[in-house]
């Protein structure tokens, strides 16, 4: 636990930042049998599709390509990042066209998530949500320092910077949305479009130019760091001040030149991509480099590139599937990945050749210029601004998350508190469409797994017809990628058309038909490949040169060709499509653990499928949370025990009734947990159905004292299990939820009535458990008046310090 970072959440409970390691676990988990590859060809002309204007671009770009992209000995990677990065900002340079993101490199700086959960992960590069070009033109202008007004033939040179300030204005307004000064802007562009073009009224439009430049960079200056996209007050000082003293000098205000003429450029500006902060909200592309291309530099590099593709995921839950670049020495390859599995392309493209720079440079317009919707963003969510519901007055606005427009005060605290507007159809196959305000993230820790159901619950509000306000009651949508196929239930087709007093009912749900992974892949063809902690080289064709012949493959790892599928291969990927719950009332839900190792999987009939689900699974899903409760937990509210923690030292008992657990039985808990909770398969389990008796000795023993009262219901509970997975008829599954209400009823009441055994033990009753029981009794009153008011609630938050965010589930 050494390299890992712990924090505690809104409820006291401890977390911690999972590293890399744990990370890589879960990647090889989540595509291990879920990797294919494509040519680079299909790759290109079906998921990274150019405008002819684009093709112009790259074509012209390649007949004036420099001869060494990439230099042609790279001892370290730190070599790579300006080279790679500076031209592919040249690429977006060179096309006029709308482009809504560029690239970085900032492998030193961990890119911001607002989360202290999440992984501290440093991609080498990536390319981000914004749009440069405007401040890379201006700083281009502004470098013309030969510029003599008096010299009629630097006129040209003049109303270029000219253009690029106003340009520039133009776009930081806009973008700001600062409307007071757009009209300026907009005024001062038309005159210097329509106006003369002479010496005289070219020194006119350079005081006024200065004047709003430096307006907005003495507004913006006193402004948070985390409020723009751009930190661009530096350089609009600096731009303001190479206007100002080609300005008339009897037009300035003398004081004002002198300050703006101390004013030193910083260093760290130096690059404008390094302006500013990286969040991995914003992240369009991550990229892995590294220098040299020896089979364990490229099986790493795909490796880690995949972890930064799984950040995305996690981050960004409106994401359908992203796209990822590994660069070794000079060859790129390119990855995609969505719920269905991970596609990575046969070959490399070798970026310093005429063929491969043309490649370069049309994966990297794709990327920064195409449809969002191409790039993997669910244009069924809004992002609900955050910075106009915390306004007085509040209102509710939304932008799409790409928009130039977001600001970072727009999303939230963190990735779970952001709002989010979404829109999903009344039923199956309705064309009616609803719109949901989402008021608390209730569960994402699923959300970034790159194959698989990858769920995320919100509780929602339904918005009114003019979208400026939600309708009551507040419901749960569930969000999840189901496997795509006919005869595939939903949870609306297991719960039935009948309502029960208490039990949540299913409105809807709705296989998204126009979110299908097929659909996100086009036609591309792909063929299955084995993955071993990343790609093996050894398998790839060469990138400069012909494919491997058949007869030099290693004949066990030989992957699937048009004739030949070996044992060792899974599907490279399983179709899923996008489907939408929605619940109303409180509902739980628990994700029934398919795993190979329980007594009814043996079962005869089964052969090699996933057992059928019936009622026993949720039963069983209920118990192991009771169980988990009782045995990470140490009281009301949910904080763990720190004695789980290596780190930790034993917490000192509070009552004469606890005893401190023996070093050796405190190996032993953290092992039963890891083994039953954390490891991801079902061997523990396996282990105690096949022996019941362990049941009692490994886990009731080491309940903490908080829950001994719970022991007799979870005892009886486990035998209730074990009678019913070995008679496992249909009578046992009948009567298996009337058998359990009893045994809750039964056991409930022995508890409330407190006599005997039953009484209240003193780790119940001691001062430090009527502290945690308020203190959780009180988060529950403002949760749920925070979820009565939503979104125009500012109640305080847990302490009493300071406002909540408006929506914001979580500090």
């Not at 636990?1 to 930042?17: A, E, I, P, V």
């Not at 020896?294 to 930064?308: H, I, N, P």
């Not at 093996?536 to 992957?559: H, K, M, V």
Request: charged fraction near 30%; hydrophobic fraction near 35%.
């Amino acid at each position: 636990m050494s390299n890992q970072l712990k924090n505690r959440d809104s409820q006291g409970s401890t977390r911690f930042r999972p590293n890399a390691e744990d990370v890589a676990k879960k990647v090889d988990k989540d595509i291990a049998g879920h990797v294919s590859i494509a040519s680079i060809k299909e790759f290109l002309n079906t998921l990274l599709k150019v405008d002819t204007e684009a093709e112009q671009a790259i074509g012209d770009l390649a007949k004036r390509r420099p001869r060494k992209f990439i230099p042609e000995a790279v001892h370290l990677e730190k070599e790579l990042y300006e080279p790679f990065v500076a031209k592919a900002n040249t690429v977006l340079d060179a096309y006029d066209g709308a482009v809504h993101s560029y690239w970085t490199s900032r492998p030193n700086e961990t890119p911001k998530d607002g989360d202290k959960t999440l992984p501290l992960l440093r991609p080498d590069a990536a390319c981000v949500l914004g749009d440069i070009r405007p401040l890379a033109r201006l700083k281009i202008a502004c470098g013309a320092t030969d510029l003599d007004l008096d010299d009629n033939s630097q006129l040209d040179k003049v109303f270029a910077l000219l253009d690029a300030a106003v340009d520039f204005a133009s776009s930081h307004v806009e973008n700001q949305r600062l409307n007071d000064q757009r009209d300026d802007i907009e005024a001062l562009k038309d005159k210097i479009q329509k106006g003369d073009r002479t010496v005289e009224v070219a020194k006119g439009w350079l005081f006024e130019t200065a004047v709003i430049l430096s307006a907005l960079a003495k507004e913006e200056g006193h402004k948070p760091m985390t409020t723009f996209i751009f930190n661009e007050a530096k350089e609009m000082w600096t731009s303001a001040k190479v206007i100002w003293l080609l300005s008339p000098l009897d037009k300035i205000n003398k004081s004002v030149l002198a300050k703006i003429g101390k004013t030193k450029s910083d260093p760290a500006y130096d690059k404008i991509e390094d302006m500013n902060e990286v969040w991995w909200l914003r992240v369009v592309v991550p990229v892995e480099m590294k220098a040299k291309k020896l089979v364990e530099d490229r099986v790493q590099g795909s490796a880690q590139l995949c972890r930064y593709m799984r950040m995305v995921m996690k981050t960004q839950i409106n994401r359908n599937f992203v796209i990822g670049l590994l660069l070794c020495h000079d060859e790129l390859r390119l990855f995609f990945c969505d719920r269905a599995g991970l596609i990575a392309t046969t070959s490399w493209i070798s970026v310093n050749t005429v063929s491969g720079f043309k490649s370069f440079a049309r994966i990297v317009l794709a990327l920064s210029s195409m449809d969002p919707t191409k790039l993997g963003w669910n244009n069924n969510m809004r992002l609900c601004s955050q910075l106009a519901l915390n306004a007085t007055p509040s209102s509710l606005q939304f932008f799409s998350s790409t928009s130039p427009k977001v600001k970072m005060e727009d999303y939230g605290e963190s990735v779970r508190s952001n709002i989010w507007a979404r829109s999903a159809p009344e039923s199956q196959n309705s064309t009616t469409l609803k719109h949901y305000l989402t008021i608390k993230t209730v569960s994402w820790m699923k959300s970034e797994e790159m194959v698989g159901r990858s769920a995320v619950v919100w509780v929602v509000k339904e918005l009114n017809s003019n979208h400026d306000n939600v309708k009551d009651p507040y419901m749960i949508l569930k969000q999840s990628w189901s496997k795509d196929s006919e005869d595939s239930l939903t949870e609306k087709d297991f719960h039935g058309p009948i309502r029960l007093d208490n039990v949540g009912f299913v409105l809807s749900s709705v296989k998204r038909i126009e979110m299908r992974t097929d659909e996100f892949r086009g036609n591309i063809l792909t063929r299955a490949w084995p993955w071993a902690n990343g790609i093996a080289e050894r398998l790839i064709e060469d990138a400069s040169g012909p494919p491997i012949p058949e007869e030099d493959l290693d004949p066990f790892l030989l992957a699937v060709d048009d004739t030949i599928v070996h044992d060792q291969i899974e599907p490279g990927s399983v179709p899923r499509v996008l489907t939408e719950t929605l619940v109303i009332r409180n509902a739980a839900y628990l994700t029934p653990d398919y795993d190979d190792g329980y007594l009814h999987c043996r079962r005869s009939d089964l052969h090699k499928s996933h057992p059928i689900h019936n009622a026993i699974h949720d039963i069983e899903s209920f118990f192991w949370v009771l169980v988990y409760q009782c045995l990470v937990r140490m009281g009301p509210g949910g904080p763990r025990r720190p004695e789980l923690f290596t780190s930790q030292p034993q917490k000192k008992p509070k009552s004469t009734q606890e005893k401190p657990l023996s070093p050796a039985q405190l190996i032993k808990l953290r092992e039963y947990k890891r083994a039953l909770f954390d490891d991801g398969g079902a061997s523990k389990k396996h282990e105690l159905f096949t022996d019941p008796p362990l049941f009692e000795t490994q886990i009731i023993e080491y309940f903490h004292p908080y829950f001994s009262r719970l022991k007799p219901l979870v005892r009886e509970w486990w035998h209730l299990l074990q009678c019913t997975y070995r008679t496992y008829n249909d009578v046992a599954q009948a009567l298996i939820h009337e058998e359990v209400i009893a045994l809750l009823t039964k056991h409930l009441d022995l508890i409330a009535a407190g006599e005997g055994d039953m009484k209240p033990t003193e780790a119940e009753t001691n001062e430090e458990a009527s502290v945690l029981r308020e203190k959780e009794l009180g988060r529950r009153k403002r949760d749920l008046e925070r979820l009565k008011n939503a979104p125009w609630n500012q109640v305080e938050v847990e302490g009493g310090k300071g406002k909540g965010k408006a929506g914001s589930g979580t500090k």
